[in-house]
């Protein structure tokens, strides 16, 4: 099985179309062989019709799996504090025997819900470079798909904070030529400067 290259350069371009149920890889390097959707969740993600037939992928990646624990963690941060806080009234007042145990089961049930959650929004989320134009794909229950052509770009931003720095990870931000604002990110991604400088190269190479 040919997995998607998630680190490509413009020189080597992955490109791929859809058979039935899974997708096709074609590269210089490789004869046509399929993706299986179960081993490659991000190929598996993108919609039938979204790639067109003689568009080359560059860059298929998703967001890090810590992405799952970290996009939860202010949350599982709120939820131990407020179970402390309700240990600690119980031990002072003495409430009922059982309220001890209940808490603790529902701040656990509390935090696996969020992870759960996060979860499917990790899994839902897909970031696609073609060397025509930059994707981002999201959402659980709504599918949202944002698409720019790599001539409405402005210079795509490297942007870190503190927890993606501790565990490798950085966002790049990408605003069009009309926004004020950052119109999409891809979210904690691996090799962040790599991934950076391919876009910038591919943009340079293709976006003129």
């Excluded at 979860?119 to 944002?146: N, P």
Aim: one cysteine or more; aromatic letters at 10%; charged letters at 20%.
């Amino acid at each position: 099985m040919i997995a998607p290259r998630e680190i490509a350069t413009p020189d080597k371009p992955l490109h791929l179309r859809r058979t039935g149920a899974t997708w096709q890889a074609d590269s210089p390097e490789d004869a046509l062989e399929p993706i299986d959707p179960a081993l490659a969740p991000a190929a598996a993600a993108l919609p039938a019709d979204l790639i067109q037939g003689d568009e080359a992928i560059i860059l298929l990646i998703k967001p890090s799996p810590w992405y799952i624990l970290l996009g939860s963690l202010n949350t599982l941060i709120l939820i131990g504090v407020l179970c402390g806080v309700g240990l600690l009234i119980n031990g002072r007042y003495g409430l009922a025997e059982y309220s001890t145990d209940g808490m603790v089961s529902l701040a656990a049930a509390l935090a696996l819900v969020r992870l759960f959650w996060q979860a499917f929004e990790w899994f839902s989320r897909t970031y696609v470079l073609t060397d025509r134009r930059i994707i981002r794909i999201k959402g659980v229950l709504q599918i949202e798909i944002f698409q720019a052509q790599l001539t409405e770009l402005e210079r795509p931003a490297l942007l870190y904070s503190v927890r993606e720095r501790l565990f490798g990870l950085g966002t790049i931000s990408f605003t069009t030529h009309r926004a004020v604002f950052p119109s999409a990110y891809w979210l904690m991604v691996r090799r962040p400067n790599q991934t950076h400088r391919v876009i910038l190269e591919t943009m340079q190479r293709y976006g003129r």
